[in-house]
């Protein structure tokens, strides 16, 4: 009851805003509410770089309730306003709750006249074969929408498909957090262990190789490391995370962790992102949607701030061992987001 009736005031305080709220606005609709600490990481950085890079009135919109206000505020939205879409990996088939709150989003607020964006998203269509359907479905929705895409597998992919009004090459939104945060790490030069935090994912697009449980058993063979395991992942009913202060409070939460680490280990592209946020070095494997094979080669091919192990190779230790003790540099990544900046003006 008391969950409902939260969700109620936040209908009832978006739709007060949009009719109210003289200036021109961006909608910010998906906004992730459940456990995973990379969406909501996404939805933190979403609201923080539109907010920095616009001067427009920035509104929320939670997920579970982003259809039904997309169809109440609909008379209320102007051309002067911007429509946008949280981005992740979630543009396909498989997340289909997120897909429908999407296409209905865009679908009804298309014929508005005003700016449509989605967010940087990874895309998987073609893995999906036989629903020739329900891409058409999908291609609709987003046919006026200028889309931001994480990789260049989903950039081609997408153009390959014939999505959208453009589709644009950006990083994850999170690495706009890259070099921002205030970082409060002291150097203990007498220790004598390393301390290893290890991410590791363990649902549809995790890898079964074992390649990092490989790693995991070499670094507790080794009294030189010490050990512990986490995840972005959280065991929270979906609707938990519904404001801002849950959100910011749960990312903080997990930067603490990744920053009492000397090196995290994951295969998480959010463990991997916001260990560049806290300014940690990390050895990442790839996933099974190959997100992060593509961001790092898209983003990172330069970087000596990861490791990337690749699943098609095996452990290198003596190479890796040197990359533990070598001397490391933070990327920066502001002038990557130069298109993404220029669409909201």
């Not at 109620?8 to 961006?26: A, G």
């Not at 879409?85 to 543009?91: A, L, M, P, R, W």
């Not at 390649?211 to 058993?217: D, F, S």
């Not at 996933?287 to 790092?296: D, F, L, P």
């Given at each position: 009851?008391?969950?409902?009736?939260?969700?109620l005031?936040?209908?009832?305080?978006?739709?007060?805003?949009?009719?109210?709220?003289?200036?021109?606005?961006?909608?910010?609709?998906?906004?992730?509410?459940?456990?995973?600490?990379?969406?909501?990481?996404?939805?933190?950085?979403?609201?923080?770089?539109?907010?920095?890079?616009?001067?427009?009135?920035?509104?929320c919109?939670?997920?579970?309730?982003?259809?039904?206000?997309?169809?109440?505020?609909?008379?209320?939205?102007?051309?002067?306003?911007?429509?946008?879409?949280?981005?992740?990996?979630?543009?396909?088939?498989?997340?289909?709750?997120?897909?429908?709150?999407?296409?209905?989003?865009?679908?009804?607020?298309?014929?508005?006249?005003?700016?449509?964006i989605q967010?940087?998203?990874s895309?998987?269509?073609?893995?999906?074969?036989?629903?020739?359907?329900?891409?058409?479905?999908?291609?609709?929705?987003?046919?006026?929408?200028?889309?931001?895409?994480?990789?260049?597998?989903?950039?081609?992919?997408?153009?390959?498909?014939?999505?959208?009004?453009?589709?644009?090459?950006?990083?994850?939104?999170?690495?706009?957090?890259?070099?921002?945060?205030?970082?409060?790490?002291?150097?203990?030069?007498?220790?004598?262990?390393?301390?290893?935090?290890?991410?590791?994912?363990?649902?549809?697009?995790?890898?079964?190789?074992?390649?990092?449980?490989?790693?995991?058993?070499?670094?507790?063979?080794?009294?030189?490391?010490?050990?512990?395991?986490?995840?972005?992942?959280v065991?929270?009913?979906?609707?938990?995370?519904?404001?801002?202060?849950?959100?910011?409070?749960?990312?903080?939460?997990?930067?603490?962790?990744?920053?009492?680490?000397?090196?995290?280990?994951?295969d998480?592209?959010?463990?991997?992102?916001?260990?560049?946020?806290?300014?940690?070095?990390?050895?990442?494997?790839?996933?099974?949607?190959?997100k992060?094979?593509?961001?790092?080669?898209?983003?990172?091919?330069?970087?000596?701030?990861?490791?990337?192990?690749?699943?098609?190779?095996?452990?290198?230790?003596?190479?890796?061992?040197?990359?533990?003790?070598?001397?490391?540099?933070?990327?920066?990544f502001?002038?990557?987001?130069?298109e993404?900046?220029?669409?909201?003006?």
């Amino acid at each position: 009851m008391i969950r409902k009736f939260k969700r109620l005031v936040h209908v009832l305080d978006v739709l007060f805003k949009v009719i109210f709220v003289k200036k021109p606005k961006i909608i910010y609709f998906g906004a992730a509410t459940y456990g995973n600490l990379g969406d909501l990481a996404i939805t933190i950085a979403s609201l923080s770089f539109l907010s920095e890079n616009s001067d427009k009135y920035v509104l929320c919109v939670n997920d579970l309730q982003s259809i039904k206000i997309s169809k109440l505020i609909k008379p209320f939205v102007h051309k002067s306003d911007i429509v946008v879409f949280q981005g992740g990996g979630n543009f396909g088939r498989i997340y289909p709750i997120i897909e429908k709150e999407r296409e209905d989003v865009f679908l009804t607020l298309g014929d508005r006249q005003c700016k449509l964006i989605q967010m940087p998203t990874s895309a998987d269509f073609c893995g999906y074969g036989g629903l020739e359907s329900e891409i058409r479905v999908t291609k609709k929705a987003m046919k006026n929408v200028d889309i931001f895409v994480r990789e260049s597998r989903s950039q081609n992919e997408l153009n390959k498909l014939s999505f959208g009004k453009s589709v644009t090459l950006v990083p994850d939104i999170v690495f706009s957090m890259v070099g921002h945060l205030q970082i409060d790490k002291t150097n203990n030069l007498t220790k004598t262990t390393t301390n290893i935090l290890m991410i590791k994912r363990n649902d549809i697009e995790s890898m079964q190789d074992g390649m990092i449980n490989e790693l995991e058993a070499i670094f507790n063979k080794s009294n030189d490391f010490n050990i512990r395991t986490s995840d972005t992942v959280v065991k929270e009913s979906a609707g938990e995370f519904d404001t801002n202060v849950k959100r910011n409070r749960a990312i903080k939460s997990m930067v603490d962790e990744i920053q009492s680490a000397d090196i995290v280990v994951t295969d998480r592209l959010h463990g991997m992102i916001l260990s560049l946020v806290s300014d940690v070095p990390v050895i990442v494997f790839d996933n099974a949607t190959h997100k992060i094979r593509y961001t790092v080669r898209d983003w990172l091919r330069d970087s000596d701030f990861i490791y990337y192990i690749d699943n098609d190779s095996s452990l290198n230790l003596s190479e890796l061992s040197d990359w533990i003790q070598s001397k490391k540099h933070i990327q920066r990544f502001d002038e990557e987001f130069i298109e993404l900046r220029e669409i909201l003006q």
